[in-house]
T-cell receptor, first 113, second 112 residues
Framework: DAGVTQSPTHLIKTRGQHVTLRCSPI?????VSWYQQVLGQGPQFIFQ???????GRGNFPDRFSARQFPNYSSELNVNALLLGDSALYLC????????????FGNGTRLTVT | SQELEQSPQSLIVQEGKNLTINCTSS?????LYWYKQKYGEGLIFLMM?????EEKSHEKITAKLDEKKQQSSLHITASQPSHAGIYLC????????????FGQGTELSVKP
C-alpha cells in the first residue's frame, strides 16, 4: 500500500512569491495534518483537516492556508514568501481525527531566496 | 520554553550498548507518540502510548508512559548502526488527534 505522498520533493522560490504544496493521504485516511520543520527543531503544527473541514490551526500567519478535497488529498498554500519560510513541510494522515497515529510523508523541502 | 522537553539532545553510543531517551511534559498527555527521522526525510512511526503505565516493545525498542502520563522513555537494547537517526516524541495535549506538539529531537549516533 502506498504511504503518504507529497509533491514536489524540492522547491526553490523567491521572496514574495506564492507556493502550493500537495499531499495524498494513505488510502482510507480521512484526516490530514501539515507541519513545518525548521532545521534542528521538531515539527510545528500548521493545520489539521478532517472530512474536509478545518479541525485545528497552529500559530502561523494568515499567509498560510490549506484545504482538503473530496478525495481527502490536501494542499498547503503560502503567500508572500519570506526567507524564514524555508523549511521541510511535512504532511501526515491518520484514519481518525483522534486516537490513531499520524503517518508522515517524506516532505517538501522549500528554499526561499 | 518547550512544552515538551527531550533529553539528551544528542547521544553517541558504542554498538551493542543500551540507551534511554526521555520526554517530559508539564501537562497531562492524551497520547504520546515516538517517531524516528533520518536527516531531511519524513518521520517513521514507532509507537503510540495512551494509558498511564503503558509499555510497548518492537524488536529492540521499548517505550513506556508513566502513571501520571507526563513522562515517557524510549529504551534501545543492544544498539546497532541501523538505530542511528533523530528520535522525536510527539504529544497530544488537547485530545485533537492530528495536532501534536513535538520535542526538539534526540540525535543518536551508533559507532561500530
Amino acid at each position: 500500500d502506498a504511504g503518504v505522498t507529497q509533491s514536489p520533493t524540492h522547491l526553490i522560490k523567491t521572496r514574495g512569491q506564492h507556493v502550493t504544496l500537495r499531499c495524498s493521504p494513505i488510502s482510507g485516511h480521512k484526516s490530514v495534518s501539515w507541519y513545518q520543520q525548521v532545521l534542528g527543531q521538531g515539527p510545528q503544527f500548521i493545520f489539521q483537516y478532517y472530512e474536509k473541514e478545518e479541525r485545528g490551526r497552529g500559530n502561523f500567519p494568515d499567509r498560510f492556508s490549506a484545504r482538503q478535497f473530496p478525495n481527502y488529498s490536501s494542499e498547503l498554500n503560502v503567500n508572500a514568501l519570506l526567507l524564514g519560510d524555508s523549511a521541510l513541510y511535512l504532511c501526515a494522515s491518520s484514519s481518525q481525527g483522534v486516537n490513531s497515529p499520524l503517518h508522515f510523508g517524506n516532505g517538501t523541502r522549500l528554499t526561499v531566496t | 520554553s518547550q512544552e515538551l522537553e527531550q533529553s539528551p539532545q544528542s547521544l553517541i553510543v558504542q554498538e551493542g550498548k543500551n540507551l534511554t531517551i526521555n520526554c517530559t511534559s508539564s501537562k497531562t498527555l492524551y497520547g504520546l507518540y515516538w517517531y524516528k527521522q533520518k536527516y531531511g526525510e519524513g518521520l517513521i512511526f514507532l509507537m503510540m502510548l495512551q494509558k498511564g503505565g503503558e509499555e510497548k516493545s518492537h524488536e529492540k525498542i521499548t517505550a513506556k508512559l508513566d502513571e501520571k502520563k507526563q513522562q515517557s522513555s524510549l529504551h534501545i537494547t543492544a544498539s546497532q548502526p541501523s538505530h542511528a537517526g533523530i528520535y522525536l516524541c510527539g504529544a497530544d495535549l488537547s485530545n485533537q488527534g492530528g495536532k501534536l506538539i513535538f520535542g526538539q529531537g534526540t540525535e543518536l549516533s551508533v559507532k561500530p
